[in-house]
């Protein structure tokens, strides 16, 4: 990180002026270990939040502006938008994630009287697909909700950062990453059943192993209207399989049932797209079971056919993702390698013995560079906790 806390406070009065007093917070980005594409189709995902994330300090304000600034984004400068005008403006860049947030507090019925100063830092790499934006949502809301006296659980915090996603940018998304920001617990990860939002923290202790995640840097254009096509795939399937079979969402239907059901899916493409759904979601259940019988060895096959899966079923990975995958997959030591998120680019998360990890780095850099031209970058990295106020936890 490029900023001391002290310093992001510093930086907030020189931007915003002396006065009250500034709070700041925390809300990290998320890696999802396993169970991707599930979370609209009713299924269990497995992510865990980062140490890395999106800071922000905030202050009240008498009037109805919202002002914002964000370090990452010094060439916006300040942007000032009024709380009686948020709707999204292509101009307005990154604060379109803030605003959309402000706004579903405000469809939600939770009225916000008062404008606020804000300023936002975040260290997740960009692009990679760590979930920088609903991070930079659940921020704003645990920020709004704090500022301005409101009572709203996380799980509700997690669906507002969606729902401004969804109907303020245009992004289909489910409610993954902003419930593992939200929600996030040290050195755990959240087997999360996204059908009736219970959930449980299951401990990630991989003994002599690590997780790394490494940043193909490169994210395909149009990511957000290939998600939406993905999504809207799984609709046409769901409504064919509803013709003979009762089921709500595809992450109703064992694989025997899907086996049973799928020819009546006329499309090809999309009986593969729901052929990932279902199959991702049994895996990601018996992942689950073996990590807690501390099989790592099976979680990280699993985590490997996962990635076969999103290639060619899901056909939501993309040539330089299906090189790290490959690559680790070939070098010993590597217990499971997939590409992580919504796909088109970003991670893959793999996991790796620690005395691996060198030589890991190592062949997956050189291979990736022979093969891409790119410098593939690689974090190993901690599970954090979920959105907080910083205040309570250190002297600022
Ligand atoms: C993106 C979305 C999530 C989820 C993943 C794929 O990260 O925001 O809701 O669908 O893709 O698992």
Request: net charge negative.
């Given at each position: 990180?490029?900023?001391?806390?002290?310093?992001l406070?510093e930086?907030?009065?020189?931007?915003?002026?002396?006065?009250?007093?500034?709070?700041?917070?925390?809300?990290?980005?998320?890696?999802?270990?396993?169970?991707e594409?599930?979370d609209?189709?009713?299924?269990?995902?497995?992510?865990?939040a980062?140490?890395i994330?999106?800071?922000?300090v905030?202050r009240?304000?008498?009037?109805?502006?919202?002002?914002f600034?964000?370090?990452?984004?010094?060439?916006?400068?300040?942007?000032?938008?009024?709380?009686d005008?948020?709707?999204?403006?292509?101009a307005?860049?990154?604060t379109?994630?803030?605003?959309?947030?402000?706004?579903a507090?405000?469809?939600?019925?939770?009225?916000i009287?008062?404008?606020?100063?804000?300023?936002?830092?975040g260290?997740?790499?960009?692009?990679?697909?760590l979930?920088?934006?609903?991070s930079?949502?659940?921020?704003?809301g645990?920020?709004?909700?704090?500022?301005?006296?409101?009572?709203?659980?996380?799980?509700?915090l997690?669906?507002?950062?969606?729902?401004?996603?969804n109907h303020?940018?245009?992004?289909n998304?489910?409610?993954?990453?902003?419930?593992?920001?939200?929600?996030?617990?040290?050195?755990?990860?959240?087997?999360?059943?996204?059908?009736?939002?219970q959930?449980?923290?299951?401990?990630?202790?991989?003994?002599?192993?690590r997780?790394?995640?490494?940043?193909?840097?490169?994210?395909?254009?149009?990511?957000?209207?290939?998600?939406?096509?993905?999504?809207?795939?799984?609709?046409?399937?769901?409504?064919?399989?509803?013709?003979v079979t009762d089921?709500?969402?595809?992450?109703?239907?064992?694989?025997?049932e899907?086996?049973?059901?799928?020819d009546a899916?006329?499309?090809?493409?999309?009986?593969?797209?729901?052929?990932?759904?279902?199959?991702?979601?049994?895996?990601?259940?018996?992942?689950?079971?073996?990590?807690?019988?501390?099989?790592?060895?099976?979680?990280?096959?699993?985590?490997?056919e996962?990635?076969?899966?999103?290639?060619?079923?899901?056909?939501?990975?993309?040539?330089?993702?299906?090189?790290?995958?490959?690559?680790?997959?070939?070098?010993?030591g590597?217990?499971?390698?997939?590409?992580?998120?919504?796909?088109?680019g970003?991670?893959?998360?793999?996991?790796v013995?620690?005395?691996?990890?060198?030589e890991?780095?190592?062949?997956?850099?050189?291979?990736?560079?022979?093969?891409?031209g790119?410098?593939?970058?690689?974090?190993?990295?901690?599970?954090?906790d979920g959105?907080?106020c910083?205040?309570?936890e250190?002297?600022i």
């Amino acid at each position: 990180m490029e900023y001391t806390l002290p310093q992001l406070k510093e930086k907030f009065y020189e931007l915003f002026g002396e006065g009250e007093n500034g709070k700041m917070y925390f809300a990290p980005g998320r890696v999802n270990l396993i169970g991707e594409h599930t979370d609209y189709n009713g299924g269990h995902v497995f992510p865990c939040a980062l140490t890395i994330g999106t800071y922000g300090v905030i202050r009240k304000r008498a009037d109805k502006l919202l002002k914002f600034y964000s370090l990452n984004f010094p060439q916006d400068g300040m942007v000032t938008v009024s709380l009686d005008h948020l709707v999204p403006e292509e101009a307005d860049g990154w604060t379109n994630y803030p605003k959309g947030v402000v706004w579903a507090f405000e469809k939600k019925g939770y009225m916000i009287e008062n404008g606020a100063d804000i300023l936002i830092y975040g260290d997740i790499p960009p692009g990679s697909g760590l979930s920088s934006s609903a991070s930079l949502e659940v921020l704003t809301g645990f920020m709004l909700m704090d500022t301005m006296g409101l009572n709203i659980s996380m799980t509700e915090l997690a669906l507002l950062g969606q729902y401004s996603e969804n109907h303020f940018n245009g992004m289909n998304c489910g409610i993954m990453d902003q419930f593992a920001s939200a929600m996030g617990k040290k050195n755990c990860a959240i087997f999360l059943d996204t059908n009736t939002l219970q959930y449980e923290y299951s401990p990630i202790d991989l003994k002599d192993a690590r997780i790394i995640i490494t940043n193909s840097k490169v994210k395909h254009s149009l990511v957000s209207s290939a998600y939406n096509d993905r999504r809207r795939e799984c609709e046409f399937a769901l409504e064919q399989l509803q013709t003979v079979t009762d089921i709500q969402t595809l992450g109703d239907l064992t694989i025997q049932e899907f086996e049973q059901y799928k020819d009546a899916i006329t499309d090809d493409v999309r009986r593969k797209r729901a052929k990932h759904a279902v199959y991702e979601n049994y895996r990601t259940i018996q992942a689950v079971e073996a990590l807690k019988e501390n099989n790592i060895e099976s979680f990280g096959s699993m985590m490997n056919e996962a990635h076969i899966s999103m290639r060619d079923d899901y056909e939501a990975s993309c040539l330089e993702t299906d090189i790290l995958a490959e690559l680790a997959w070939d070098i010993p030591g590597v217990l499971g390698s997939r590409i992580t998120g919504g796909g088109f680019g970003g991670c893959t998360v793999s996991i790796v013995k620690n005395e691996a990890v060198e030589e890991f780095k190592k062949l997956v850099y050189e291979g990736y560079l022979e093969r891409t031209g790119n410098k593939a970058e690689f974090y190993v990295v901690d599970i954090g906790d979920g959105a907080r106020c910083l205040e309570e936890e250190r002297e600022i």
